[in-house]
């Protein structure tokens, strides 16, 4: 689990979201907007998307990073991953309208900032 700090941006108001995340290549993490199948994003991705960066808490490091949305083959092969790591996790990237999933899950990728200290 890390915590995920972030800015409404409506608001200004700051936030701290807990949530799973994958460790990617190097000092990259990835996180899902899963929501549990709700039908719209959850706040703290639609705040971090449009601020495009976040501070992170996991474990006693903190350090700030970038915030990217995933796409195309990096985004399969990621949620790939996580699907294996995690198989009930599988059911969260979209169903069928009508379902408890409809929307594609969007997922992001944080990357540590220079100078900040990124998980070791």
Do not use: C
């Not at 092969?77 to 069928?96: I, N, S």
């Not at 992001?108 to 070791?120: C, D, Q």
């Amino acid at each position: 689990m890390l915590l995920l700090h972030h800015v409404g941006r409506k608001s200004g108001k700051a936030y701290v979201a807990p949530m799973m995340y994958l460790a990617g290549a190097g000092d990259t993490v990835y996180v899902f907007a899963s929501k549990a199948g709700a039908p719209d994003d959850p706040d703290w991705y639609d705040n971090a998307i449009a601020a495009g960066r976040a501070r992170v808490e996991i474990g006693t490091q903190a350090f700030d990073v970038t915030v990217e949305e995933l796409s195309g083959e990096t985004r399969d092969t990621v949620y790939a991953r996580q699907a294996r790591a995690y198989p009930g996790f599988a059911g969260t990237r979209r169903g069928p309208e009508g379902s408890a999933h409809p929307r594609p899950r969007p997922d992001a990728r944080l990357v540590p900032m220079g100078g900040s200290t990124p998980p070791g």
